[in-house]
C-alpha cells in the first residue's frame, strides 16, 4: 500500500512537472483597460486555449518591465518574450520602420490600416526577424495631437516650446521643422517632466492623454492629428524558431483575434477619453491642419531613405 502511495506520489508529480504551463513574459506601458492591454490579454488567453494550457501569458502593464527601448532590447535578448510597444521606438533598431513617423503619412484611418495590412505592412512586420524578433500583429494607436501647459493653435505657437517625443529620430526631427525641440524620454517620466518644466508640453492620442492624466498638467490639447504611429506585437525569435508549426499558426491567430478586439475598445477610448478629459477642464481645439501639414512638408526632402516607402504608402487606395 506504501509503495503505492509512493508511486502514485511520483505519478502526479511528473504529471504537474509536465502540465506545468510555460510562462511567458509580455510587457506594457500601458495599465488594465487599456485596448492594448486587454488586447494582449486576450490574446494570451486565446494561446493558452488553443494549447490546452501549454503556455500561459502573464502580461506586466504600466512600464513595470522598463521603457519601451529597454524592453524592446530585452525581448530581442529573450528576457522577455513578447511586447506590445509603439513602433516609434523601434526606428534606431530598424530604420525603414521610422517611416511611420513621417508626419500626415495617411490620408485617414482607412488608409492607414490599408497599409498595415496590405504588403507595406506586411513587409515591415516581417523585417523584424532582421533584428531578432517576429512582428505578430499591429494595434490600432490613432493620431498623435500636440497637448501643453499653454495653449497651441497653429504651427507658429509652438516655436521654442520644449515637447517630449517618443525615442525616435524622426520625432525630434519633426519638432525641429516646427520651430520645437524634440526632447525624447519614456512616457513614465512625461507628468513630472511637464510639471516641473523640464518640457512645455507632449503629444498623443487622446486614449494616453487621458490614461497617463497629462491632462492635469498640459490641458491645451490641439488636434493637428501629426502623425499616425502604430502599436506592434513582437515576438523574440529565438522562441519563436522553436515552436511547432501548428503553434506558430495557434499565436498568430490569437494574435488577428486580438487586432480586431483591440480596434473596437480603441474606437469607444478614442471617443470617451476626449470626452473625459473635456469634463475635467481640458480645452481641446480643432485646429487649420493644412497650417501644420505645410509646416512640416520639409520633412519629405529630409528623409529620401523613405522616398520609395512612402511612395507606396500613397499610391494604396
Ligand atoms: C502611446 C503608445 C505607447 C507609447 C506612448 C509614448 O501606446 O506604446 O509608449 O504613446 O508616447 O500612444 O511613449
Not at 505519478?11 to 510562462?23: D, M, N, Q, Y
Not at 530585452?74 to 530598424?94: C, D, E, K, N, W
Not at 525603414?96 to 513621417?102: E, S
Amino acid at each position: 500500500m506504501r509503495k503505492f502511495f509512493v508511486f502514485a506520489i511520483l505519478v502526479s508529480f511528473v504529471l504537474v512537472t509536465f502540465c506545468a504551463p510555460i510562462v511567458l513574459k509580455a510587457s506594457d506601458v500601458h495599465n488594465e483597460g487599456y485596448p492594448t492591454v486587454e488586447a494582449i490579454k486576450m490574446m494570451g488567453k486565446t494561446i493558452e486555449l488553443m494549447t490546452n494550457g501549454k503556455y500561459k501569458i502573464e502580461v506586466y502593464v504600466g512600464g513595470q518591465l522598463g521603457s519601451e527601448k529597454e524592453v524592446i532590447e530585452q525581448t530581442i535578448m529573450g528576457a522577455i518574450h513578447i511586447a506590445r510597444v509603439s513602433v516609434a521606438p523601434l526606428q534606431p533598431f530598424y530604420d525603414p520602420i521610422g517611416v511611420y513617423a513621417m508626419p500626415y503619412l495617411f490620408r485617414d484611418a482607412e488608409h492607414y490600416w490599408k497599409v498595415l495590412e496590405g504588403p507595406v505592412g506586411e513587409q515591415l512586420l516581417k523585417d523584424m526577424e532582421k533584428i531578432g524578433l517576429i512582428g505578430l500583429c499591429y494595434y490600432d494607436a490613432g493620431a498623435r495631437s500636440f497637448y501643453t501647459k499653454k495653449p497651441v493653435q497653429k504651427p507658429e505657437d509652438l516655436k521654442g516650446m520644449k515637447i517630449r517625443v517618443q525615442q525616435n529620430a524622426i520625432m525630434i526631427a519633426l519638432m525641429g521643422a516646427l520651430g520645437a525641440t524634440g526632447v525624447p524620454m519614456g512616457p513614465e517620466e512625461i507628468y513630472t517632466a511637464i510639471q516641473t518644466g523640464i518640457v512645455d508640453g507632449a503629444e498623443n492620442n487622446p486614449p494616453s492623454y487621458y490614461e497617463f492624466r497629462h491632462f492635469e498638467v498640459a490641458p491645451y490639447y490641439c488636434l493637428d492629428g501629426h502623425t499616425r504611429i502604430p502599436e506592434i506585437v513582437l515576438i523574440n525569435k529565438a522562441f519563436w524558431d522553436k515552436l511547432t508549426a501548428e503553434e506558430k499558426l495557434i499565436f498568430k491567430t490569437a494574435a488577428i483575434a486580438s487586432v480586431q478586439y483591440e480596434r473596437l475598445l480603441w474606437n469607444q477610448w478614442e471617443e470617451s477619453a476626449l470626452e473625459a478629459v473635456k469634463k475635467a477642464g481640458a480645452q481641446v481645439f480643432v485646429p487649420d491642419v493644412s497650417a501644420f501639414q505645410k509646416a512640416v512638408q520639409s520633412m519629405y526632402d529630409k528623409y529620401p531613405q523613405y522616398k520609395e516607402l512612402i511612395q507606396k504608402i500613397q499610391a494604396t487606395k
